[in-house]
């Protein structure tokens, strides 16, 4: 097998881990441990002193999580990757790997409601400052938020919940063409449904707490890189600093992150810096759990888009839905950039607007049986929820219409159940709502 290049499936169960180096245990083992000892006087010297691979303490490094690590950079044909603690974990180290110091963000209103609020309220008070695009659907429009202080370009790849699709090679010319990173949370495509390095994308975000793990079970966040990128082209000055940490041990010569980690600068800048000091280390158990998720990404997320893709036609064809915002619905904006990124589809997570007044839509979402009222997309269970007033409740009337949010957006995120089940509930829940109505 060896120079053969493994496909998806194959690279999704078995990346990253070889059982002979865990005592031929052929699940991956749980290594349920805070430290590691060092051997001898004279490996701890090498470990300290990176000269040596090995690990030290969780907080840094676990041959559990480090499968983890391995899998994904595999699944995207990436050079390295970092696992933390939650998806917001990734994002926040992420962005403050790019912009420490006062740098700025660009990028679009349409976000995960915990990033919109972090960056627009959290973010300034330590110095990050976020400007926002006044048209996502227009790359140009990237280009004049740029600014001298711009440090990154941040969308999603698919976004939530109105499952809207930007130009993402469009956006990653822009950015390069300023020397900046373009950096994509994939939480909603997965690297199933989208291949981001292969779409200029310099750096990629999880929430493994989705579709990564899809039982709803485990919070995780990882960071993927392909080593591409030119952190020397003198915006990135903390990536070629030396430091002592990093000193040549026979002459103590101190060397920058770029010297040393040429394949992975900016997550091992990640794991040295901000998992070893602000410290949302993921558990290995969880990094168990998410790996168990891992091995049947490609079965689930492909039954939920077909699963989706059924529903989405149900609601199209239902006079109580006023619109249907998902790229497969008829007369989509987003159908020839979804065609584009998304060949196996643009994920089972979309928006639709209920026609009824506001006592009516309590009712549907009280009177649904089967999908769960929860905020967790890409469970296996099928999810619904008013998104204004609960995911992205925290944005105000104005940054809910930047969004694309109105009152009468309702989020569906579909999950592995029987497709007939899903359209029956719904269409028992309509009913109920619109009992004695005439709408
Ligand atoms: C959920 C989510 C996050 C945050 O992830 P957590 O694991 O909940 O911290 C970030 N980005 C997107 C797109 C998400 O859906």
């Not at 041959?63 to 939650?86: F, I, K, M, W, Y």
């Amino acid at each position: 097998m060896a120079g053969k290049k493994l496909g998806f499936d194959t690279l999704k169960v078995r990346a990253g881990y070889d059982s002979s180096e865990h005592n031929y245990a052929v699940a991956v083992p749980i290594y349920q441990t805070a430290s590691y000892d060092l051997g001898s006087v004279e490996r701890g010297e090498k470990l300290f002193g990176m000269e040596e691979a090995g690990y030290l303490y969780t907080r840094i490094g676990n041959p559990t999580v480090n499968v983890l690590e391995q899998r994904l950079a595999s699944l995207d044909h990436g050079t390295g990757a970092v696992a933390v603690a939650s998806g917001m974990a990734a994002v926040t180290y992420a962005l403050l790997n790019l912009a420490e110091g006062g740098g700025r963000i660009v990028t679009t209103p349409r976000l995960y409601g915990g990033t919109f609020d972090a960056i627009k309220h959290l973010f300034p008070k330590f110095g990050i400052h976020v400007d926002f695009v006044e048209d996502s659907d227009d790359p140009e429009s990237f280009r004049r938020a740029i600014g001298p202080d711009t440090k990154a370009v941040l969308i999603e790849s698919i976004s939530n919940p109105n499952a809207t699709v930007l130009d993402i090679e469009a956006i990653a010319a822009v950015a390069h063409d300023n020397g900046l990173p373009l950096v994509v949370d994939n939480t909603f495509g997965t690297p199933y449904l989208f291949d981001s390095f292969a779409h200029g994308v310099d750096i990629i975000i999880y929430s493994a707490t989705k579709a990564i793990g899809g039982h709803g079970t485990t919070l995780g966040g990882v960071i993927v890189e392909n080593g591409e990128f030119d952190w020397s082209n003198g915006k990135f000055p903390h990536f070629e600093q030396p430091q002592y940490l990093l000193r040549e041990q026979s002459t103590g010569r101190e060397r920058s992150i770029l010297e040393v980690f040429p394949e992975a600068p900016f997550t091992t800048r990640v794991r040295l810096s901000y998992l070893a000091y602000f410290g949302a280390s993921l558990s290995p158990f969880d990094a168990f759990l998410l790996l168990q998720g891992i091995e049947t990404l490609s079965e689930r997320i492909a039954k939920q888009v077909s699963n989706a893709l059924r529903i989405v036609d149900y609601l199209q064809n239902n006079d109580k839905v006023s619109w249907v915002s998902h790229p497969a619905a008829a007369g989509n904006p987003y159908k020839a950039l979804a065609e584009k990124y998304f060949p196996k589809g643009a994920g089972s997570i979309f928006s639709f607007g209920f026609k009824g007044n506001e006592e009516q839509l309590k009712a549907f979402l009280n009177a649904v049986e089967l999908f769960s009222y929860h905020a967790n997309v890409g469970d296996a269970r099928s999810l619904i929820i008013n998104s204004p007033k609960t995911t992205h409740g925290e944005l105000n009337a104005e940054e809910q219409a930047l969004s694309g949010i109105t009152p009468e957006t309702i989020r569906l995120s579909i999950g592995l159940e029987d497709a007939e089940d899903l359209i029956d509930d719904l269409e028992q829940a309509f009913a109920k709502a619109f009992i004695g109505s005439l709408v």
